[in-house]
Structure formats: C-alpha cells, structure tokens
C-alpha cells in the first residue's frame, strides 16, 4: 500500500470513528412522533433537520417532513431527551406536510446560545407543531 493510501484510508477511518470532529459545525435531528413527552406525537409524521452554524450569529437550517397535516410552527428547544424546554429559536415551517420542506438562515443575537446548540447539540431539540397537533407533532434530539 502506498503512503498515499495509508494516509486516505486513516483520514477515513478518523472520520468514520469520530464524526463530530468532522461536522462541528453541522448539527442533525431525526423526528418522530414518537419523540414527543407528555402527549401523543404523530404516529405516521417523519423528518430530518440539518442545522449548520456560519458564523457566531448565522445558522442555516433546512428540515423535510413526511406524513403530517399542514405545518404551524417550527422551533429549536432546550431540553434533554425525554425532557420538555422552552424555545431556543423559531424557524419558518414547511407550508406542507407530505412532504414538506423548509430551509433559511437566521441572525441570532446570542452568540453564546448558537456555541452552545453546536458544542452540546444533544441539549437541544427540534419539534414541529402541525394543526392536528398543535402541542407538537414530530421531534427529534440534536446530534
């Protein structure tokens, strides 16, 4: 094996082991209905969200659904797994939902909240409302 090879197949495997050093700036959600605390999710709703931090006050985000009535509000929490919190960030939900997709950036004032969702992702959800249900429909933890 070439060092060349040697050196791209360790760079490989160093990704492979650890994938937040790669993607420090990249934060993902898979949601479910089956996420939500404390009342009953969607039992057929689906989706990702992918948030992307550009700088100390911009994130980009962008989330598809799959199986929901019509979206009404979209939001980044704090809260652990199988914990409810309080908003962190409003974005713009999807105008459907199957499918449905929504994507933007954002200026957040506090660049301490936007450090902490990408040094701890796990501390923060994603939750989208839907008409149906309104307390939240589909949610999935940060990682």
Known sequence: MTSTLKAAAAATVLLLISPTLALADDAFAV???????????SVKGHGTATLTKVNNNTICWGVTVFGLDT????HIHKGIAGANGDVAIALTPPTAGNPGAASGCLA???S???KEIFEHPQRY??????TKFPEG???GQLF
């Open 112 to 114: 301490n909240l936007v």
């Open 125 to 130: 959800y994603v939750n989208l409302h839907t």
């Open 108 to 110: 957040v004032v506090d």
């Open 71 to 74: 979206p009404t509000e979209l």
């Open 137 to 139: 429909a589909i949610r």
């Open 31 to 41: 949601m479910v209905g089956a996420y939500q605390v404390g009342l009953a999710g």
